[in-house]
């Protein structure tokens, strides 16, 4: 597998290469680009190849440390995340010493999936900040001879969160890079760090995976058939880890859902709104609100395909619906209602207050729905 492993991000790969052939590998890389495409799967594949006891510009696959690897079992390479706090837990404490046995092991089931998967988003519930200990133990093993031949990979996830006192203390680290040691920072927001620790790495941007290459991946190493594989793909948006995720998912349940929601906004009163509201915050966990948003987008993106004459919707399904819908509201701005999905599901990403945060999406479709329409009572007889 090794490069190949990854999907899509061609350009990244060569840069990678081309560093490792010349023998000019970083100190210090930060991978940065939207979320779900790959920037962690791309991080733990250049560890291996660093550490591959072949010493090629292409792990082997094969040998002990790359098998090792493979299960993040590696020594020289741990994964840094965000952690929850334990109870009692002082200033000071290494960062897993006062977490519960039921927390240490769903950690542990978090890291058996990210191994099974290198795309697997790591979720542990309460983990809101990267520990300073957590930083800290980097430095004190950065100096500590290496377990075994190659060097030592310390893989930062989600890198942005890590709090003010642990983000010194990587500065400090940075600044004194030790020789047989490589930090790599993943991050979908690389604004969220400090400019100094942004200006001691290697900059390296990862982009949104191609329908076509997201498509092939679900395929072959998912084993989906073709045409789940194609509505899928489009509904990622260029998120393979999202694209996973709806493999997993009552995609149909969840899709009528958010087709529900858009009739409540058309058709219900304020009152009414505010329930459904209430009701999908109480029985949505917040990723699973993330698919929400994403299939009502990828519906008004449907619509907007239909009325530019374009027949390749996503919701086959849903096909008579979305011609109604765009049969009644042909002057419809689509383009802004998806802008406005788009930035809800952003503003999840930034724990924006959540029931706030669809009320104002309904506020926001309804007043470019409404006026796309010369008259606000003609909506009343139109149903989805």
Not at 74 to 100: I, S, W
Not at 117 to 132: G, L, P, Q, R
Not at 164 to 170: C, M, R, S, V
Not at 244 to 253: F, G, H, K, R
Request: some cysteine.
């Amino acid at each position: 597998m090794s490069w190949s492993s990854i999907v899509g991000q061609d350009q990244v790969k060569r840069i990678l290469r081309a560093s490792i052939e010349r023998g000019r590998v970083a100190h210090a890389y930060l991978f940065t680009g939207p979320e779900g495409v790959g920037k962690d799967a791309m991080a733990i594949e250049l560890a291996k190849v660093l550490n591959c006891e072949r010493g090629r510009s292409e792990a082997c696959d094969t040998c002990s440390s790359c098998q090792k690897i493979h299960i993040l079992q590696h020594p020289n390479v741990p994964l840094v995340f965000a952690l929850p706090v334990g109870k009692n837990e002082k200033y000071g404490d290494p960062p897993l010493e006062k977490l519960g046995d039921e927390e240490i092991a769903f950690i542990q089931e978090q890291l058996r999936l990210k191994a099974e998967n290198t795309y697997h988003e790591i979720i542990i519930s309460k983990a809101k900040n990267i520990k300073i200990n957590s930083i800290r133990e980097i430095r004190r093993e950065s100096v500590l001879t290496s377990y075994s031949k190659g060097k030592k990979v310390f893989i930062i996830i989600e890198a942005e969160k890590m709090s003010d006192d642990a983000a010194n203390a990587l500065l400090k680290t940075l600044e004194e890079p030790h020789e047989d040691t490589v930090l790599i920072l993943t991050t979908s927001y690389p604004d969220r760090l400090l400019p100094t620790i942004v200006s001691r790495c290697q900059y390296i941007q990862f982009s949104y995976l191609r329908e076509d290459e997201l498509c092939h991946a679900l395929q072959e190493r998912d084993n989906l058939p073709v045409n789940q594989a194609q509505d899928i793909a489009r509904l990622a948006n260029g998120n393979y880890a999202r694209a996973l995720q709806w493999i997993y998912s009552s995609l149909q349940v969840h899709r009528n859902e958010a087709v529900e929601f858009l009739r409540t906004v058309l058709h219900r009163s304020r009152a009414e709104l505010l329930r459904e509201i209430e009701r999908i915050v109480a029985e949505y966990e917040k990723q699973e609100l993330e698919q929400f948003l994403s299939l009502l987008q990828g519906w008004i993106r449907d619509a907007m395909i239909v009325q530019e004459g374009k027949s390749d919707t996503v919701n086959v399904d849903e096909t008579n619906a979305i011609r109604k819908f765009v049969a009644h509201y042909s002057h419809l701005d689509y383009s802004q209602a998806i802008a406005v999905v788009d930035r809800a599901i952003s503003l999840l990403s930034k724990n924006v207050y959540i029931p706030l945060v669809l009320l104002n999406l309904a506020i926001d479709l309804r007043r470019i729905i409404f006026s796309s329409t010369q008259k606000e009572d003609v909506i009343t007889s139109f149903n989805l």
